[in-house]
């Protein structure tokens, strides 16, 4: 039982790093900056509309991807912190 709560203090812990760890990922040719935290909760999307000038197919394309890229770098760096834990639920049986 020990075990069990000490991993859930370190869960607990990771969590709350992730939360403050902030992904930043622009499109390329910067006209989209994606902010999310490392739990996958969007923080900002900020649009320069200089750079996107009428082209909407252009901003869902950069939106959509900017977006993608953000959440599979969200998910790396939890799966990296999560990994010290991991290990250990497995040897409890989870």
Avoid: Y
Avoid at 33 to 50: C, F, G, H, N, V
Wanted: net charge negative; aromatic share 2%.
């Amino acid at each position: 039982m020990l075990d069990q709560a000490k991993l859930a203090l370190q869960a607990k812990k990771i969590q709350k790093e992730l939360g403050k760890t902030i992904i930043e990922v622009s499109s390329k040719d910067e006209a989209v900056t994606i902010r999310m935290s490392a739990e996958q909760k969007l923080k900002s999307i900020r649009i320069d509309e200089d750079k996107v000038d009428g082209d909407f197919r252009s901003l869902e394309t950069n939106l959509e991807e900017s977006l993608r890229e953000a959440i599979q770098k969200a998910q790396e760096v939890a799966q990296e912190k999560l990994k010290p834990i991991m290990g250990q639920l497995g040897g409890l049986g989870l």
